[in-house]
């Protein structure tokens, strides 16, 4: 048994979609979630700036004592996860190798679709995840830059004109290729789910990033016996980078619950890189 | 006459909407512009996020000898505006006033409509600015918090679907009002005036808060004896804290010339602000 807490990362509040599901299947666990509120998106952002900001994430998170971080972000995992992983001494999950493998498990005629952020698309990980384990696979990819800014106007809901538009023109190629699974290759896109299932209908299974990569944690702290007690009730805390009163109330959206009183901001400019060991200085 | 540089800023590119209208009416200054492209957009951010990044911004430029600023930031000038004045010693330009100046020279109607981002209109710097001018003005403000995420992905032009339906949206109730001039107020719309000029009728005239700066500086240097040479070719210099290759690719857009060789990063969130005159960051 591990009593110490899980970080959990994104650029904003993305990150949430994976942070229930593990909220679900881990209720012991204490999570500490950081949203980098102040800067995002990143999607649309140059990969060395992705990966500077996601050091600082990193070692944000680490000034607690912690077993795993969850990059709970499709940019970050699919940019930066080797340069994060070599870096530090803790395991480190990313959603795009768990959102992989259930690709291929669902696929049925190996034709298989990914959305994500521009930054995403052009780094092709989730292309080499899914070849590596299914050599043959038709692989689509599409960079679906105005998806981000439509989940956080919070513009998630059938019926809006602008998103179902938006929705069309993304996956129109998606869809023409016959794809029978399409990985949604950004933690802000669950949101989006219906708007995306409508359009591509009941014949294509929308595989979930976050969802996957909750599954995938708790597998690895089963197999190395980092679990916490199940019984006991899990503490969460929430940090973000811009105001925390802001973040509490559209996390409310995503989680369903009221954080406000466990939310803070966090000054994560200011959170130094030592770029020897990589260790956190506060200032 | 006065050869010091002038410092012009932008959360990113919008800025350079001004910038173009400076070089044209200024063409014998020096121009240091700063597009704060590692943490565009600026306009859902909380007022205190914004404050923090323009000071930074500002300590920025201020490392040139400059003999002025302007901020080339819909929701810089709507937010930030006075703090920067009282912490700094030289003279700072927003757009809010150019471009409330000219929306009362321009109407006939005294129907004056006001598009932003969420954090511009949430000041009703805009409002506060005109009515100060003409109390009987009726004044109709709308946030457009999509409009800045379609401008950067360059989706500007008559055709474009997703691009005219949610102009269509923002503007209706604008429209609606009867208004006869519209203040464009952020200096990434200007890119979508034929969108918005096609959809508000050539009845209605749009103030390009941009180009109102610009006119302003040239009068403010003018009455104060700060002009250079104007027969002179004033060399202009680009600092953006993402890429300066994606800068430049982008700016060609903007300013219909290659400025790769003078477009540089700068780590913006190294620049530390001066604790002592004033409290930075809270927490």
Redesign the interface.
């Known amino acids: 048994m591990d009593i110490r807490p899980i970080g959990v990362f994104d650029s904003g509040m993305g990150g949430l979609t994976a942070m229930r599901q593990m909220t679900l299947l881990l209720p012991g666990e204490d999570i500490v979630y950081f949203g980098d509120?102040?800067?995002v998106p990143y999607g649309?952002?140059?990969a060395?700036?992705i990966v500077r900001y996601a050091r600082q994430d990193v070692a944000f998170l680490k000034s607690f004592d912690l077993k795993a971080i969850v990059i709970a972000c499709g940019t970050v995992s699919a940019t930066a996860l080797d340069v994060l992983r070599k870096e530090n001494d803790i395991p480190i999950l990313g959603v795009v190798e768990p959102a992989a493998e259930a690709a291929v498990k669902t696929t049925k005629n190996f034709r298989i679709g990914v959305v994500g952020t521009k930054a995403t698309i052009r780094t092709g990980a989730y292309e080499a995840a899914i070849k590596k384990r299914l050599p043959g696979a038709h692989f689509i990819a599409r960079a679906c830059?105005?998806l981000v800014?439509?989940v956080?106007?919070g513009r998630v809901s059938r019926g809006d004109?602008?998103t179902e538009?938006?929705v069309e023109?993304y996956f129109a190629p998606v869809k023409a290729e016959g794809v029978d699974t399409v990985v949604l290759g950004c933690t802000h896109y669950p949101l989006l789910r219906d708007v995306i299932a409508d359009y591509m209908g009941k014949d294509v299974t929308l595989i979930d990033t976050g969802e996957q990569a909750a599954y995938a944690l708790a597998a690895l702290l089963g197999r190395r016996n980092l679990l916490n007690d199940p019984e006991r009730v899990g503490k969460r805390h929430y940090f973000a980078?811009?105001?925390a009163a802001?973040f509490a109330a559209t996390a409310a959206l995503f989680l369903g619950a009221d954080i406000a009183a466990c939310a803070e901001?966090?000054?994560i400019?200011?959170i130094r890189i030592d770029t020897a060991a990589f260790a956190t200085v506060k200032n």
């Open positions: 509120t102040g800067r649309g952002r140059s060395e700036t830059p105005l800014p439509l956080e106007e004109c602008v538009r938006v023109e980078s811009d105001s802001d901001r966090v000054d400019e200011k």
